[in-house]
């Protein structure tokens, strides 16, 4: 069964989503203008409504939701390098979990919750690409 027509929205997926845990909604990331920063956005599968989440000033790329539906970590360059943030969806809060020790590629750092209080994700020290675990308050 096809879910979205995104093309037809006009709307520009530009790869990342995750499953809500109820299966009712999907967060991804994508833009509606070609020359807008990327946002993180919710899809209500049962009416197609795309609605945006975080607010596309910077790059947010590849969310994550964490197991109790309550954060959204993604990856953006809102600090000067890409780095790992977590918003809090319940009071639109913003957290930045890493800083300018590691370098992080959307396509590679494959975030993973572990629990709703840490992580797993890849980051490359310049070198060599490692897991990672980080805890998130």
Request: charge should be negative; include cysteine.
């Amino acid at each position: 069964i096809r879910i979205t027509d995104l093309e037809r929205s006009g709307f520009r997926a530009c790869g990342g989503y995750v499953w809500a845990l109820s299966g009712k909604e999907l967060y991804l990331d994508g833009k509606y203008d070609v020359n807008s920063p990327t946002a993180i956005y919710k899809l209500d599968i049962s009416t197609g409504v795309i609605t945006r989440v975080i607010e596309p000033s910077w790059d947010g790329r590849y969310p994550a939701l964490s197991p109790d539906n309550t954060k959204l970590a993604f990856i953006s360059g809102r600090s000067g390098w890409k780095e790992v943030w977590v918003h809090a969806l319940e009071d639109a809060t913003f957290q930045q979990l890493t800083g300018a020790q590691y370098h992080f590629d959307s396509r590679n750092s494959n975030l993973q919750w572990l629990g709703n209080d840490e992580m797993l994700l890849t980051v490359h020290d310049g070198e060599n690409w490692m897991p990672m675990k980080i805890k998130v308050n």
